[in-house]
């Protein structure tokens, strides 16, 4: 048994930063190859943003899933991973990299050493947080959860009076998905044109024509009314200096996200615009043996779907094989014809 007093230090032949769904299928694509996998994520949980952020947000562009919500994604992609056992660390971020192709060295803020030959960052945009309304008195609001950034449970907004503000996917599709649900929905965005996809943009006219949802447009934010934290109304002003007070809740504001990348930002990877550039037919980066999948990877073409970081996965599985098993010939089969074989112990 490993004397706990000492660092752990943890042998793998991939280590994946990240718990997103990309980094989860990888998991997967690198089991089907015999790869055995240790990921590493800074929060809590497994699922990245579908956890932290909409658990209950609905997803459509999933082949073959009609609909699912995030939150079932990520329970789906964890009981595919399951005949893995993968090691997953949570609530620890990695700080450093070192060593090169075959032979890398990662170290975690928590004194874990992990010892890995190959690596794939499937960290998102990196570390978020929202982008805060500067309105007076916010934290006192924000402790209590009058002001929200996400929507975790769509139940605990039953009957409230809610007023949304922004302009984007985020924002519309929670206006629509608590038609029914809250008691009044306003929709804050200080012009007339949205910037989510046409589809969301429909469907919010024709919700706002039935008196579902009331638009409350060109305004912004303008401060905050209540007292101990518990929120009375939302004063919101147009560009003329015109005001209106909304009675409300609960505020929830999506105004984007903060992203960092943190230490990965100084490991010397050609990174643009806080994104890694990558090999779009392997997904490794300018460090060989390094990869990069999902949001953080950019290459020409690319696009930001979970579905194509899928494929991100399965890609840079197969560019992974020849540097843990360069004595093997990988010959492509199907999972039909493969199956799904345990890792040995």
């Not at 200080?190 to 989510?196: C, D, E, G, P, V």
């Not at 999948?293 to 290459?299: C, H, K, L, N, Q």
């Amino acid at each position: 048994m490993q004397n706990q007093s000492q660092p752990e230090t943890i042998a793998a032949d991939v280590a994946i930063i990240g718990a997103g769904p990309a980094g989860l299928f990888a998991v997967f694509e690198c089991g089907m190859l015999k790869l055995r996998a240790v990921v590493i994520d800074a929060l809590d949980a497994p699922g990245g943003q579908c956890t932290a952020l909409y658990p209950e947000k609905p997803i459509y562009d999933i082949p073959a899933i009609p609909r699912i919500e995030a939150g079932g994604l990520i329970d789906a992609l964890l009981r595919q991973i399951d005949p893995f056992q993968p090691q997953i660390l949570l609530g620890r971020r990695v700080e450093r990299l070192s060593g090169e192709r075959g032979a890398f060295v990662l170290g975690t803020d928590r004194g874990e050493t992990i010892m890995a030959k190959a690596v794939i960052i499937a960290a998102g945009a990196g570390a978020f947080g929202p982008n805060r309304p500067p309105l007076p008195g916010l934290a006192a609001y924000e402790a209590s959860g009058a002001v929200q950034y996400y929507v975790r449970a769509r139940e605990g907004l039953r009957g409230a009076r809610v007023v949304i503000a922004g302009g984007g996917d985020s924002a519309l599709d929670w206006a629509l998905a608590l038609r029914g649900i809250a008691e009044r929905i306003f929709l804050v965005h200080r012009r007339a044109k949205f910037r989510a996809s046409p589809e969301s943009a429909a469907q919010l006219a024709v919700a706002a024509e039935r008196g579902e949802i009331e638009l409350v447009i060109p305004y912004q934010l303008a401060e905050l009314a209540g007292e101990d934290g518990r929120l009375a109304a939302v004063v919101v002003e147009n560009l003329e200096g015109g005001r209106r007070q909304l009675p409300a809740d609960k505020l929830l504001a999506f105004f984007g996200l903060a992203t960092d990348l943190g230490p990965i930002a100084g490991w010397g990877l050609d990174l643009v615009q806080h994104h890694i550039e990558v090999d779009p037919a392997t997904s490794e980066t300018s460090i060989p043996g390094v990869f990069a999948i999902g949001d953080v990877a950019r290459y020409r073409g690319k696009l930001k779907l979970i579905l194509q970081g899928f494929s991100e996965a399965a890609m840079a599985a197969h560019a992974i094989h020849p540097i843990v098993h360069p004595d093997q010939a990988l010959h492509f089969e199907y999972s039909t014809t493969t199956g799904i074989a345990p890792l040995p112990p």
